[in-house]
Nanobody
Framework: EVQLVESGGGLVQPGGSLRLSCTAS????????MNWVRQAPGKGLDWISL????????IYADSVKGRFTISRDNAKNTLYLQLNRLKDEDTAMYYC??????????RGQGTQVTVSS
């Protein structure tokens, strides 16, 4: 059974930073590409980043490129997302997910990020 537990969200002012973590269990984390996705209130699921199993390649949505950094520690079965230069429109519930991320059971319970002054 896939288990993903996100943490690190919170309330931050525009321009601020946060670091999200996701601890994985129940599957071969080190063999799995991993994603971060988010969902703003009243909107659909929005993919934002992917990292390959060994961490050698990363891909970002244009909306977060240059501001967010995805990384992983396979020895700790943990996925990270560093969020910098946060904007109001980054407010959302953030989920880590294994592929395919559209399947709800492939996502964690989420961690809320709220950007507001």
């Amino acid at each position: 059974e896939v288990q993903l537990v996100e943490s690190g969200g919170g309330l931050v002012q525009p321009g601020g930073s946060l670091r999200l973590s996701c601890t994985a269990s129940g599957f071969a984390f080190s063999e799995s590409a991993m994603n971060w996705v988010r969902q703003a209130p009243g909107k659909g699921l929005d993919w934002i980043s992917l990292i390959t199993p060994d961490g050698s390649e990363t891909i970002y949505a244009d909306s977060v490129k240059g501001r967010f950094t995805i990384s992983r520690d396979n020895a700790k079965n943990t996925l990270y997302l560093q969020l910098n230069r946060l904007k109001d429109e980054d407010t959302a519930m953030y989920y880590c997910a294994k592929a395919p991320y559209t399947i709800p059971t492939n996502r964690g319970q989420g961690t809320q990020v709220t950007v507001s002054s």
